[in-house]
């Protein structure tokens, strides 16, 4: 059993019981300004804000510090590190959706005991980045279940479960074995398992505060949380919190017998039903829950899943998977190119198809250092491209229809910290971890804090600061975007460009050559709302040109139907702004910072090939 190590002064004023009897309370409506629902889109289902506008969500996970004491189990220190990190993420990358952790170990520090200034603490990091205008996930993170299960000389750890529930499970001496990845404490670490497998079975714990089941205490505290956010929250910060995903990476502790799908349909899914109606008792009915398959589904490794067996979600349920690349963490010694991760993403597209939802990949990057590192700019480039259209590079041109939605994804990770930690690694002094993620050995933040105080990128910002549809009035046809990312660090490798133009678009292929572009192909039934496009902090508006069915010009105007406008939250980022009426739309944005002036003949001939394009590749319905 690891030492304990108690957290900042707790608020120890609600029981669970008490909690239980929470009065229902009127959700946020659907059209709150910051909210979005699943809706529908042709064969498929997507994002929508008040607008009904289709949302692109892309961001960052904040942050691994939940895992780590030092941090109090929140992402940030302070408010005023929230603030400075949500400053930072705003304006060095475009984003607008966050996924934020939080620990029930945090939340439920006893099994009679909410710990509200936790939760308040919780409350004044996420306002940190809904008053910048960036939607929030509210995430329960878990990993191996529980610190507590393991002892001071651990090569491993976990985080989740409080100590209580631990001491109350009786659990037997933890060990991996010849574990390589920490993962696989999962699949061979009785004591992990055996807790997990209680937690699916709502074992019935004796504690100092009666028997309670597990599985119904975390959902009690649960109830608690998202009670608690939604009355302190202000009604516009709220409206921001697009859901809860409930827990993080699910995993079974044993199948007895059955088949990974089978599994989920016995004990994961009824837990997200039974999460679904906690949601509804604490106001958030407007909110979908973002649930997750079990967490091996889609690696290649250890089991099956993928939620194929438990019906279709509906729109109160999001598909919510993570994606890394099993092969390259562990044997595969080959880089990523043009098009590797198209099949991982497709699979991930249909399978929220089949499930009647909207998905979303709240997971997904590599590691910054260490062995294999070296190929991590390209791997992460590779799964942006997937996730913005899943055909290869060199073929989009010619079917950019099969191209699939935009995918949202919310990448691993940001943490502010990075390197700068000091974790005594399960209470153990003698192993204070300071290096990457202090956790597990892991070090995958693409952020850290310089000697200065600044908040700076550790990997391309080409990769990281991308040109994507935020919001599209009407329905995303086709999107693709060519960010001209090195292959090394800091400037470093290899210039490739993935997303070549074909010869029979010789107008294009003039102005895109050796440039940064993207593509929007969309269709709108009124022009009453705007499209809007973050642009990348190498898009200046002075030198972006526009080729669109609107209008052609390089350089964006300050007014017109083709503008552009600050982020909320940030005076150096921004967004394009496209008003259209209704019917089939395209633009092409090119940062013509670079390579010889642009003229108004490379323009005209640019729009007049995109014109017999557009006709060709979406012919009228």
């Known amino acids: 059993m690891a030492s304990t190590h108690p957290l900042s002064k707790r608020s120890l004023c609600l029981?669970?019981?008490?909690?239980?009897?929470?009065?229902?309370?009127?959700?946020?409506?659907?059209?709150?300004?910051?909210?979005?629902?699943?809706?529908?889109?042709?064969?498929?289902?997507?994002?929508?804000?008040?607008?009904?506008?289709?949302?692109?969500l892309r961001g960052f996970n904040v942050s691994g510090s939940t895992k780590l004491y030092e941090s109090g189990l929140l992402p940030f220190r302070s408010t005023a590190d929230a603030a400075r990190s949500a400053q930072a993420m705003r304006d060095l990358t475009g984003a607008n959706a966050i996924r934020f952790l939080i620990s029930w170990e945090g939340v439920q520090p006893a099994p009679d005991t909410i710990d509200h200034a936790y939760l308040d603490r919780a409350v004044a990091q996420i306002r940190a980045f809904t008053d910048r205008g960036i939607r929030v996930l509210v995430d329960y993170h878990q990993d191996l279940y529980s610190y507590h299960l393991f002892n001071t000389g651990s090569w491993y750890t976990g985080n989740g479960a409080p100590r209580w529930v631990i001491q109350a499970g009786g659990y037997p001496r933890e060990s991996c074995g010849i574990c390589v990845l920490w993962g696989q404490n999962m699949q061979t670490n009785a004591a992990v398992r055996k807790a997990m497998y209680d937690f699916w079975r709502d074992r019935t714990l004796q504690t100092p505060a009666g028997p309670v089941g597990v599985q119904s205490a975390y959902l009690s505290q649960a109830r608690a949380m998202m009670t608690h956010l939604r009355q302190r929250l202000p009604?516009?910060?709220?409206?921001?919190?697009?859901?809860?995903?409930?827990?993080?990476e699910p995993f079974d502790g044993g199948l007895d017998g059955k088949s990974g799908t089978e599994w989920e349909s016995t004990y994961?899914?009824?837990?997200?039903?039974?999460?679904?109606?906690?949601?509804?008792?604490?106001?958030?009915?407007?909110?979908?829950?973002?649930?997750?398959?079990?967490?091996?589904?889609?690696?290649?490794?250890?089991?099956?899943?993928?939620?194929?067996?438990?019906?279709?979600?509906?729109?109160?349920?999001?598909?919510?998977?993570?994606?890394?690349?099993?092969?390259?963490?562990?044997?595969?010694?080959?880089?990523?190119?043009?098009?590797?991760?198209?099949?991982?993403?497709n699979e991930i597209r249909q399978r929220a198809k089949d499930l009647g939802t909207a998905p979303v990949v709240s997971e997904f990057g590599h590691k910054l250092s260490g062995s294999g590192s070296d190929r991590t700019p390209w791997m992460v480039r590779a799964m942006y491209q997937a996730a913005?259209?899943?055909?290869?590079?060199?073929?989009?041109?010619?079917?950019?229809?099969?191209?699939?939605?935009?995918l949202s994804a919310i990448q691993w990770q940001w943490d502010i910290y990075s390197g700068r930690h000091r974790e005594p690694m399960n209470g153990n002094p003698d192993k204070v971890q300071t290096e990457g993620d202090a956790w597990n050995g892991e070090d995958h933040s693409v952020a850290a804090t310089n000697d200065a105080g600044a908040v700076t990128l550790r990997l391309d910002q080409r990769v990281l600061d991308r040109l994507y549809p935020a919001a599209v009035n009407g329905d995303t046809l086709a999107f693709a975007y060519e960010d001209l990312a090195?292959?090394?660090?800091?400037?470093?490798?290899?210039?490739?460009?993935?997303?070549t133009v074909p010869s029979s678009l010789p107008g294009?292929?003039?102005?895109?050559?050796?440039?940064?572009?993207?593509?929007?192909?969309w269709r709108s039934a009124t022009g009453d709302v705007p499209t809007e496009l973050h642009l990348p902090a190498a898009f200046a508006p002075a030198t972006t040109a526009v080729v669109s069915d609107v209008a052609a010009f390089n350089g964006v105007p300050a007014s017109g139907p083709v503008t552009a406008t600050t982020e909320t939250g940030s005076s150096t980022a921004r967004r394009l702004r496209i008003t259209a009426g209704g019917?089939?739309?395209?633009?092409?944005?090119?940062?013509t910072a670079t390579g010889v002036p642009v003229t108004s003949a490379q323009l005209t001939a640019a729009r007049a090939d995109l014109t017999t394009w557009l006709t060709q590749k979406f012919p009228a319905n």
Request: without cysteine; hydrophobic residues 45%.
């Open 15 to 56: 029981t669970v019981a008490v909690s239980l009897a929470a009065t229902v309370l009127t959700a946020a409506p659907a059209h709150a300004q910051g909210a979005v629902t699943v809706s529908p889109k042709q064969q498929s289902w997507v994002f929508r804000d008040a607008q009904g506008r289709e949302v692109t």
């Open 268 to 345: 994961l899914m009824p837990f997200y039903q039974r999460i679904r109606t906690a949601m509804d008792e604490a106001g958030w009915t407007a909110k979908p829950a973002f649930v997750e398959p079990l967490v091996f589904w889609n690696t290649g490794l250890f089991e099956e899943g993928g939620m194929t067996r438990v019906g279709r979600l509906g729109t109160r349920m999001v598909f919510n998977t993570h994606f890394y690349d099993g092969a390259r963490i562990s044997v595969d010694p080959s880089p990523a190119s043009d098009g590797t991760y198209d099949a991982a993403m």
């Open 486 to 499: 090195r292959s090394g660090y800091g400037g470093a490798g290899q210039q490739q460009a993935w997303l």
């Open 235 to 248: 009604a516009a910060s709220f409206d921001h919190i697009i859901g809860l995903d409930p827990f993080n």
């Open 388 to 406: 913005d259209y899943g055909v290869p590079g060199r073929n989009w041109w010619n079917a950019p229809a099969t191209g699939g939605n935009v």
């Open 508 to 521: 294009v292929a003039a102005l895109t050559g050796g440039r940064q572009y993207g593509v929007l192909v």
């Open 583 to 591: 019917g089939l739309h395209f633009a092409l944005i090119v940062n």
